[in-house]
């Protein structure tokens, strides 16, 4: 069975550039996470879908961030306009259901240079 | 709300040796703890998790970890460390249907030969 998909592996920008990040979940997984993970630190979540609802997005910087989950399948994260401080690997990862019983299973991670 | 401590940033055993990475969270009712392991370039991969019952939990690749909640510890050890336990361990705390899982900074262990 095939894991968390991301795409890109890597990307590097300048500054004030949008980008784009793909994640396909594990099938028949309902739960998807996004998480930033800056160096030296454990991941933070930023946004976490139930299907195609986001039901918690307390700690997505809106202003600049946003995301998707068309069909409730795959889901887009999007940064635009990037700032430098947004360097970091971003990390995508679905559960079967939500709630902390359920394990995550992660992804790779997208590692974004902003330079 | 709920926060993990991982006291030691950097970790050098040798191969062979036993190993205890410390985990400390902060959490008013019963936690649901975590170990992840993240190898470079990786993502994050389970070890074990704890949610009720015995306090001391097996899990993937010859590790345990034991919960003790009058330290508010749940501390991973390997009695023998091979050189491809090398990587960045994550200790994590969250809630039952509760997805706000927050992750600790970190303990890299490197083995030497």
């Known amino acids: 069975e095939a894991g968390v998909v991301q795409s890109p592996r890597y990307k590097i920008i300048e500054k004030k550039q949008p980008v784009a990040f793909w994640c396909n979940p594990i099938?028949?997984?309902?739960?998807l996470y996004w998480y930033r993970q800056n160096l030296g630190q454990g991941p933070e979540l930023l946004i976490r879908?139930?299907?195609?609802?986001?039901?918690?997005d307390s700690q997505l910087p809106k202003d600049r961030f946003s995301a998707e989950r068309l069909k409730g399948v795959d889901s887009t994260l999007k940064i635009q306009p990037a700032e430098l401080g947004d360097s970091a690997v971003y990390l995508c990862?679905?559960?079967?259901?939500?709630?902390?019983?359920?394990?995550?299973?992660f992804g790779p991670g997208t590692r974004l240079t902003v330079l | 709300a709920q926060s993990v401590t991982q006291p030691d940033i950097h970790i050098t055993v040798s191969e062979g040796a036993s190993l205890e990475l410390r985990c400390n969270y902060s959490?008013?009712?019963?936690?649901?703890l975590f170990w992840y392991v993240q190898s470079p370039g990786q993502g994050l991969q389970l070890l074990l998790k704890?949610?009720?019952?015995?306090?001391l939990v097996q899990g993937i690749k010859g590790f345990e970890a034991e919960f003790k909640r009058s330290q508010s510890s749940f501390n991973l050890r390997k009695p023998s460390v091979h050189w491809s336990d090398a990587a960045e361990y994550f200790c994590?705390?969250?809630?039952?249907?509760?997805?706000?899982?927050?992750f600790g900074a970190g303990t890299r262990l490197t083995v030497k030969p």
């Open positions: 990862a679905s559960s079967q259901d939500g709630g902390s019983y359920n394990e995550q299973f």
């Open positions: 099938s028949g997984h309902n739960t």
């Open positions: 879908y139930e299907n195609e609802e986001a039901v918690d």
């Open positions: 959490y008013g009712a019963t936690p649901y």
């Open positions: 704890y949610f009720s019952g015995d306090t």
């Open positions: 994590a705390v969250g809630q039952y249907n509760n997805n706000d899982m927050r």
